[in-house]
């Protein structure tokens, strides 16, 4: 088995990485190789003893796609992305990187001959939806995003399922809930509060919350986004029928439900080095963005995710900070 | 006001022409001057005194942009398209015409500079739309196409919604039904029977009927599509709010209740015309599409269509046949 990760020196790439390390097969098979891309060159990661090449490319270039499948990977995650906040100030980039990019990678996949047939997994978003809401979205909601990124996970999305249909590869799409809490630094993504209000006060800093408590979001840990990419894998087309885009389950929570969250898991103290400093931008964004979802077509394929937003903290406490919190 | 249409030549493009030289205004504004667009020379419309330059151009050339925006249209409608049967036989070229040329245009008018900011009216489909369905389909359903061509229309919608957010162009989009009756020979689309099994028994020919009589879909005349485009136009951004892709009103009925409404408006003899040949082909293409709609929006933001199928075969007789049945 031989698996491409683009994306893979991101936060969910390692973490998918570091997952199949550890499992050591994808599917009951075997991996004996990996290929690791990114506008960066990603670690090679530890404790694999097959082989692994990591560099860096842009996926947006025109040869990309040819150069990504040159090994013939027998599976690829696609994670290779502009954030949120970048497509949306600069336009251009976004639809090079996140739509032209992925074109591409289609393209040299249907191109490529020799009955090359992978498996694609292709991340998405819940930016693909867009307000007004109902009170809980279901997986028959259509998709009308309010932002650059969103259309570009959207036009990505119907995409992969015309190339899957036309049978000139194996893809599903899953649309992640917000990944939290991101370890590492801030990025660009506007969802970054979120995390940023979690990990830094349980790191002993101060962290700025831009938004109102009353604001609801649908959150997965990295630990259920890893999970959630290799159960895609696992899924057939017959299983898939002809709707590959799902929607990922996830934990629903207000801001403030995620504040006394960490007071419960982590004290006061911590709590008190979260700073409120309304930012019109990330408010105007945030308000269009969808707020829960029953992902019933997901849950029933047997995605799996935390219960509670106090699980999404633990796990970050367990995998992040070695069960440590800074008093 | 200067207007251009793509997709000129076509019967909707010509349908189109003719209603607003007879109008001889849009949106209350003196037309001075059309740009007629197809892969063939369009007619000049008679009766129009304004200026009119018609040409071929094939709009997936990477200049088809600038040349067609070249004399700052006020308002676009873009009607150019490879038709559904087409671009599930040719891949490539459906993606070519119906996807980068729509894309082509769309960035033209982005980089135009001089703050131009056109109405551009976009002609998708209810092939946007994939089985399995509901009884009848809410504006709010998801969009899984099961064609290349919806894919590429739904694609198409998507970009439309941003460039318009992002404040580039002012656009809308509309689902056209299947138009019925289409007068002239058929074309390439899949849904040609709908129109074959009424125009040619009422012009003394016979027809062919690939599908079973039970088999329901969305209809609309030529005139109430025209009308669709030129009512698209007058709407204003703030009446449009951010969904700016609707679903047209149309005409649910069966091809049986087609075939009735042609006996009471044109006769047993007539009928007798229709040649029953089932089509492997075409009932599979036809199974994944769209039955009914509720379009609400539609029709509350003024949208008009026949309230029955007989008014649709009555619009033929009118319009094409100068009010004469073939006995």
Not at 149 to 173: H, M, S
Not at 245 to 259: F, K, R, S
């Amino acid at each position: 088995m031989h698996i491409l990760i683009t994306g893979a020196a991101g936060m969910v790439g390692r973490k998918l990485t570091e997952r199949l390390v550890a499992d050591g097969c994808l599917n009951g098979k075997p991996i004996g190789r990996f290929t690791l891309v990114d506008v960066i060159k990603p670690q090679v990661p530890a404790g694999f003893s097959g082989k692994v090449e990591a560099y860096a490319l842009d996926v947006s270039r025109e040869d990309a796609g040819r150069k990504l499948i040159g090994g013939r990977p027998d599976a690829i995650f696609h994670l290779a992305a502009v954030v949120s906040g970048e497509a949306e100030t600069d336009f251009e980039k976004g639809y090079r990187i996140n739509l032209v990019g992925f074109h591409y990678l289609l393209e040299a996949i249907r191109t490529a001959g020799g009955g090359y047939h992978p498996k694609l997994v292709f991340t998405s978003s819940i930016a693909v939806f867009g307000a007004p809401f109902p009170s809980e979205i279901y997986d028959e909601f259509h998709h009308t995003p309010l932002t650059s990124y969103g259309t570009q996970k959207g036009i990505c999305e119907l995409l992969l399922a015309d190339y899957t249909r036309k049978g000139f590869l194996d893809g599903v799409g899953i649309r992640l809930p917000t990944i939290c809490v991101r370890p590492g630094t801030p990025n660009k993504a506007a969802s970054g509060f979120f995390s940023n209000i979690i990990r830094e006060p349980l790191a002993g800093r101060e962290a700025v919350l831009p938004v109102e408590e009353s604001v609801m979001h649908w959150h997965a840990s990295p630990k259920s986004a890893a999970g959630f990419l290799v159960h895609a894998a696992s899924l057939s087309r017959e299983t898939l029928g002809a709707r590959i885009n799902l929607t990922m389950p996830g934990v629903a929570c207000t801001v403030g439900e995620q504040i006394a969250a960490l007071r419960r898991v982590a004290g006061d103290a911590v709590v008190a080095r979260i700073r409120r400093e309304p930012d019109p931008a990330i408010i105007r964004i945030v308000s269009g963005w969808p707020t829960r979802f029953d992902a019933k077509r997901a849950r029933a394929l047997g995605f799996a995710v935390e219960d509670t937003f106090d699980e999404i903290i633990r796990v970050h406490i367990a995998d992040e900070l070695g069960g440590k919190v800074a008093a």
